[in-house]
């Protein structure tokens, strides 16, 4: 089997410094004093600089390339395996999550103040008088009564946010379907403004988030924590009054 190139260029190293640290025992260069062999002792250290300097640029070009490789992985999002590549914009390696759920809270604080300036008008549109608001923005302008929290998951991998007090009429739809067994039942659907704030808060929660080479083929994940975004319909809200009711009434 050929060797390798990276092979080939150790034996020659090993050859060449062989050579510079033999020691001379040739009987007439002991003899004279001066050995003959120093001319070829300076051309290998010659060769042996020139073959480092060969290998220091090779490597700075590697890495040069390899940086260029990663950099074009990250811009489209994941490598030639499958393995996707992210890092959100307010990620900061060794951050804890404390920080991350404590810059989600402010994060959504701000939205929430954003959408609650008093608007003015002046000449043909609306102007903002304290804070620059987006056309849209789904926390901002989402009901006053609602209420958001942020908390990590068990085992500080998760971070789980959580909607509250969110107005029937707003956030669901009642649809009448059958079961199973044909009996006609309520599936409360989300509705287009719930959906767009989950994703907002979705968003917010990612942009602390990296991704550093997760694979769903090979059900490896290597993503800093998973984001969470939680709301219950109105079923499962009765149910759970139910519930608390029932157990105050145990307790008492």
């Not at 050579?19 to 060769?47: F, L, M, N, W, Y």
């Amino acid at each position: 089997m050929a060797k390798s190139k990276a092979s080939k260029t150790r034996n020659r190293i090993d050859a060449l410094r062989a050579v510079i640290d033999k020691e001379c025992t040739a009987p007439t260069c002991q003899e004279s004093g001066t050995c003959r062999h120093e001319g070829e002792k300076d051309a290998a250290r010659h060769v042996l600089g020139r073959l480092l300097e060969k290998l220091k640029e090779a490597a700075g070009d590697e890495r040069e390339e390899r940086a260029q490789m990663w950099a074009e992985i990250y811009e489209r999002g994941y490598d030639a395996n499958g393995s996707t590549y992210s890092t959100g914009a307010k990620y900061r390696a060794g951050q804890s999550m404390k920080e991350r759920a404590a810059g989600i809270r402010a994060d959504i604080k701000m939205a929430r103040k954003a959408g609650q300036t008093p608007l003015v008008q002046e000449g043909t549109g609306l102007v903002s008088q304290a804070l620059e608001t987006y056309r849209f923005d789904p926390i901002g302008e989402a009901p006053a009564q609602i209420k958001f929290r942020v908390r990590i998951g068990p085992g500080y991998g998760s971070i789980h946010i959580g909607i509250d007090n969110i107005p029937q009429e707003w956030g669901w739809t009642a649809e009448e379907v059958a079961d199973y067994k044909g009996k006609k039942v309520t599936r409360w659907r989300r509705t287009q403004a719930l959906k767009d704030l989950e994703a907002e808060l979705k968003s917010i929660g990612e942009a602390y988030n990296a991704d550093h080479g997760s694979n769903l083929y090979t059900d490896v994940s290597r993503k800093a924590f998973y984001v969470f975004v939680e709301s219950d319909d109105p079923e499962t809200l009765a149910r759970c009054a139910e519930y608390e009711r029932k157990h105050r009434e145990r307790r008492g």
